[in-house]
Nanobody, 122 residues
């Protein structure tokens, strides 16, 4: 199994930046796809970004395109989410997830971190 662990969350003002990190341990060969999801209070968990092992394929939610960048360093078994121009609506718990196959729905992912809080003040 794979165990992702997120870090880097915090409180920032609108327009600011944060960089989230997710380190995966265990059977990382099963973490071909890694993704970031977020869940705001009272809302469903939604995908933010996803990336395949080589980095050749990425996915971004429309709401974050042009502002967020997902990348990974396979030597460190780590995926990153660079978040720029943050907005209050970006506030939520951000989860790192891993899966053997490409997927965009939370129900399709097998491995989950415990989440890190991101709060963007207006």
């Amino acid at each position: 199994q794979v165990q992702p662990v997120e870090s880097g969350g915090g409180l920032v003002q609108a327009g600011g930046s944060l960089r989230l990190s997710c380190a995966a341990s265990g059977r990382t060969s099963s973490a071909n796809t890694m993704a970031w999801f977020r869940q705001a209070p009272g809302k469903e968990r939604e995908i933010v970004a996803a990336i395949n092992r080589s980095g050749s394929s990425t996915y971004y939610a429309d709401s974050v395109k042009g502002r967020f960048t997902v990348s990974r360093d396979n030597a460190k078994n780590t995926v990153y989410l660079q978040m720029n121009s943050l907005k209050p609506e970006d506030t939520g718990v951000y989860y790192c997830a891993a899966n053997r196959f490409w997927a965009v729905l939370p129900t399709e992912y097998n491995y989950w971190g415990q989440g890190t809080q991101v709060t963007v003040s207006s």
